[in-house]
T-cell receptor, first 110, second 113 residues
Framework: GQQLNQSPQSMFIQEGEDVSMNCTSS?????WLWYKQDPGEGPVLLIA?????ELTSNGRLTAQFGITRKDSFLNISASIPSDVGIYFC??????????FGSGTQLTVLP | GAGVSQSPRYKVAKRGQDVALRCDPI?????LFWYQQALGQGPEFLTY????????KSGLPSDRFFAERPEGSVSTLKIQRTQQEDSAVYLC???????????FGDGTRLSIL
């Protein structure tokens, strides 16, 4: 099935560094969401974006809904060990289901 | 409950057996979704309920897959005559309504031998 183009596929960063990941789509979405998934668990919602151009923060996380409605990015500032995990973007169009990216595996080195 | 609850957490079945996976959504959430997640991939949509009505089943991979939500709360995903390619994590998500963010359970990891 269709998946969004998410990059990078994996990242290795030092603790304290900032991180950026993004997602692009060939289709327009009305909503973009970012989730984090730890091993053996379900995705946990981090940020939801509802309007083109919207910039939203949640603690050290900042995400933006692209103006074209075909892309979104997520920034994590001052990374800490518990940020380790897989980050997924997801878009929702006129249908109610989410279309997910293939994930970004984040490793934070001490 | 506080979150979406799925059972069993792990299921091992022999090829050809039928399996049933259960989802208890967050109380009061009218929208319920099932997704399939292959190893190393993002979740992929299977089917969607609004209360007891199954409004979209376009993601079900074959007629061996069947889902129900008879009273608009608990949902069951059934897979008949399982095949090895059915091995995956099956995730359930619920939302207050179809425009609200979806909250996921921890999934059922299904292994077909």
């Amino acid at each position: 099935g269709q998946q969004l183009n998410q990059s990078p596929q994996s990242m290795f960063i030092q603790e304290g560094e900032d991180v950026s990941m993004n997602c692009t789509s060939s289709s327009i979405f009305n909503t973009w969401l970012w989730y984090k998934q730890d091993p053996g668990e379900g995705p946990v919602l981090l940020i939801a974006l509802y309007k083109a151009g919207e910039l939203t923060s949640n603690g050290r996380l900042t995400a933006q809904f692209g103006i074209t409605r075909k892309d979104s990015f997520l920034n994590i500032s001052a990374s800490i060990p518990s940020d380790v995990g897989i980050y997924f973007c997801a878009g929702r169009g006129s249908a109610r289901q989410l279309t997910f990216g293939s994930g970004t595996q984040l490793t934070v080195l001490p | 409950g506080a979150g979406v609850s799925q059972s069993p957490r792990y299921k091992v079945a022999k090829r050809g057996q039928d399996v049933a996976l259960r989802c208890d959504p967050i109380s009061g959430h009218v929208s319920l979704f099932w997704y399939q997640q292959a190893l190393g991939q993002g979740p992929e949509f299977l089917t969607y309920f609004q209360n007891e009505a199954q409004l979209d089943k376009s993601g079900l991979p074959s007629d061996r897959f069947f889902a129900e939500r008879p009273e608009g709360s608990v949902s069951t995903l059934k897979i008949q005559r399982t095949q090895q390619e059915d091995s995956a994590v099956y995730l359930c998500a619920s939302a207050r309504d179809s425009n609200q963010p979806q909250h996921f359970g921890d999934g059922t990891r299904l292994s077909i031998l």
